[in-house]
């Protein structure tokens, strides 16, 4: 894919609240120190006035973001998903969810392909914690297109929103012109008919390399891009059940509490039958090194995509 | 401040403590003791200083007030109750299934509430949030918070307060309830706080220390605050715990306490005794 272009959907967040900024006055931005990671100083350069450097202290961060949604204006807060979804978790419920205020959360550097930082950064439970706070949506995109669109929603969307975006520059997968967004839907990217893998962030990419390995091999590969995570698109899920009778969730996030755990729910509780396994990464925590190393070692790769699909 | 201007703000307070009591007494739970070391604070924020209207509770130039300490909730719903934005009768609804009093006030449920809080220390962050707003969105409105002595242990206030110096809040009033208890026991012996008026200036802030049971040093306060340019304020009131009903003075078991039959008989004769005395003279 050397020939595709890629962008890191952190790049992505800061160009696409640069957009919103201009088209809406009332968007306001909360960083914690990390501006020049996050990409929200990509706003900050045109709306200094705006943007609001909290220092380092998420938890403070989200329940002032949470005081100034209560003012009417619509703030975005971000900083790495460690510390925006794991330190600052009960302010997040407390403050932002329990009342529902109209907070965005831009969280980057989510997943293990934070790479040389280790463990310590590399949030795998952010799924699962933003999940279980009642009115709380939560996405994660698959390439820049989806990231900007989704940016956009969240704003469109009135109450708590919780993004999670990537450090690694990722393959654009859609077509800016033709695309259209919507918080809820999945998205069939490839049709397929023997096995369906549900994937979302960078593991889209991966799944799509996957069927097309497999796809040699004369196995049908359905590909769903499943950027919200919550609330899930119950019906694609079930959809693909039915007609595939296999599924293969694939994400960048613990098995525990994620996508994949979502997915079984609905399918357990339909009793549709339907095999299904998780490929995400397993109990245990991450470790430092370049982030492709780090996605091959821990299966988040089309080659490990291709290898569970093909017994399954 | 005219003597019958603070004989009304004496009536309010009774009246607030006596909701305080109807309110914990029905729900055989809450917290009266720091709802009663602020009851003055409360009585004199909904009926002299905020710019409230109970007509209108959404009014986006209103003031705002965040209880920060949460858990004395049933001070804050008294005194909305007596100032009008719901009926006084509604206290005795406080924290039963179905009623809109939940144990720690919900913005989305009570009228006049502008925060949902409880969780300590959030907040006076949530405060700083709507003073940074009310600033960048060019509103002249004031945000108010009142936090407690024990609450100000968790290292968000101090991000909070730290927050609000960088951004020049001179719109926001951090009131602090020194009442010298918390559950455990005394603030000193649990965690101490203190010095607290030194550590607010260290943080920027202009102070004022006052008795929170004397409405003239609160006017004088309040006005101070508002004089203030530049810096955040913060008035740190000297409470008694308990305010108000003689067997809950200063006494820490009565944190987190409903009063029973018999005490809930004895602290509405004392303060309707109160309550008889003022409108008497």
């Known amino acids: ?312 | 401040m005219t003597a019958n201007e603070k004989k009304q703000l004496q009536i309010a307070a009774c009246k607030v403590r006596m909701g305080i009591i109807e309110g914990t007494h029905a729900a055989k739970a809450g917290h009266p003791g720091g709802s009663l070391s602020a009851a003055d604070m409360f009585a004199y924020l909904y009926f002299k200083e905020l710019n409230i209207d109970p007509a209108d509770p959404k009014n986006p130039d209103r003031d705002r007030f965040v209880l920060s300490k949460g858990h004395t909730a049933p001070g804050l719903y008294a005194a909305l109750a007596n100032r009008g934005f719901f009926p006084v009768e509604d206290l005795k609804t406080l924290r039963q299934i179905g009623s809109y009093l939940q144990g720690h006030p919900n913005m989305d449920t009570v009228p006049g509430v502008d925060m949902s809080t409880g969780s300590l220390g959030q907040g006076v962050s949530a405060a700083c949030g709507m003073a940074l707003a009310a600033k960048h969105m060019g509103k002249t409105c004031r945000v108010y918070t009142l936090l407690g002595d024990g609450e100000i242990e968790e290292g968000e206030v101090w991000e909070a307060l730290m927050f609000a110096h960088h951004y020049k809040l001179d719109n926001l009033c951090v009131i602090i309830d020194n009442n010298g208890l918390q559950i455990d026991g005394p603030v000193t012996e649990v965690m101490s706080s203190y010095p607290i008026p030194d550590k607010l200036r260290a943080f920027g802030f202009e102070v004022a220390e006052i008795d929170g049971h004397d409405f003239g040093q609160m006017e004088a306060a309040f006005a101070k605050a508002k004089e203030t340019k530049g810096v955040p304020f913060a008035i740190v009131m000297h409470t008694t715990k308990g305010k108000g009903v003689s067997y809950m003075e200063n006494q820490v078991g009565w944190h987190g306490k409903a009063p029973n039959d018999a005490e809930y008989e004895q602290a509405m004769g004392e303060l309707n005794a109160q309550l008889a005395g003022l409108e008497a003279e």
């Open chain 1, 1 to 312: 894919m050397a020939d595709v272009k890629k962008i890191a959907t952190r790049e992505s967040y800061g160009n696409a609240l640069k957009e919103l900024g201009a088209a809406h006055d009332d968007v306001i931005v909360f960083d914690a120190d990390l501006s020049n990671a996050t990409k929200t100083n990509t706003f900050q350069k045109v709306y200094p006035e705006r943007h609001f450097n909290c220092g380092i202290a998420e938890g403070n961060m989200m329940a002032v973001a949470a005081g100034a949604a209560s003012m009417g204006l619509v703030p975005f807060a971000s900083s790495f998903a460690m510390f925006a979804a794991g330190r600052a978790f009960e302010q997040v419920r407390n403050s932002i969810g329990y009342p529902h205020l109209n907070v965005k959360i831009g969280a980057t550097h989510g997943g293990i392909s934070v790479g040389e930082d280790g463990a310590s950064h590399q949030c795998c439970e952010d799924f699962a914690l933003m999940r279980s706070i009642p009115g709380m949506v939560v996405m994660s995109p698959a390439d820049d297109v989806e990231a900007k669109a989704m940016v956009r929603a969240a704003y469109e969307h009135e109450g708590p929103v919780y993004m999670r975006f990537g450090r690694s520059a990722v393959p654009v997968i859609h077509d800016e012109e033709s695309y259209s967004f919507q918080i809820g839907k999945g998205e069939v990217l490839r049709e397929g008919t023997d096995v369906a893998v549900i994937a979302n962030g960078l593991l889209v990419a991966e799944a799509l390399e996957a069927a097309d390995t497999l796809a040699g091999e004369g196995i049908s590969v359905r590909v769903i891009d499943m950027a919200t995570i919550k609330p899930l698109d119950e019906a694609l899920v079930l959809k693909a059940a039915r007609e595939c009778g296999k599924i293969v969730t694939a994400e960048e996030h613990s098995i525990i509490g994620g996508l994949g755990e979502a997915v079984c729910a609905v399918i357990a509780e339909s009793g549709v039958p339907c095999k299904v396994k998780r490929i995400g990464v397993n109990d245990e925590f991450g470790h430092s090194g370049p982030a492709a190393a780090l996605l091959k070692q821990f299966g988040l790769s089309a080659e490990h995509i291709a290898k569970v699909v093909l017994p399954a």
